[in-house]
């Protein structure tokens, strides 16, 4: 009996009207405080890589350390490709979020701090692979 008074009780607030203005409130990034200074070197480098082109978003191997991956035998390259692949969809993130000027936010944070984290676990395992 109590998953049908549960199931009602949801259902009475599917068609609740919610005020515009605390609409709003509720769609604005969570501000964070000060990012880590390990995580603004990190940014600050993606960044100068990206503003200079060397890094296309769109293109996976311009990550690649090209003399470090090429010693790489074929799969661990072939894992290389898959990271590169991975790593550059955040860091499209990233840089939508920084162009947007919505750098100050936690979510913001949390990606540069989580890509930086996975590129050296990654590094950990098959060298100095990515240019970032």
Partial sequence: MADQDDK??????????????????????????QIDPA???????????IEKKEINLYQPDSLLNKPVYE?????????????AFRLLSKLREIHNLWKAGLADTYQFQYLVHEIRLLKESIEKLGGDIFVI
């Fill in 39 to 49: 995580d603004q070197s990190f940014l600050q480098t993606l960044v100068d890589k």
């Fill in 71 to 83: 010693k790489l035998d074929p799969a661990a390259q072939g894992t290389a490709d898959y990271d």
């Fill in 8 to 33: 009602k009780n949801v259902l009475s607030y599917q068609n609740v009207e919610i005020n515009p203005k605390t609409q709003a409130e509720l769609n604005q990034p969570l501000k964070a405080g």
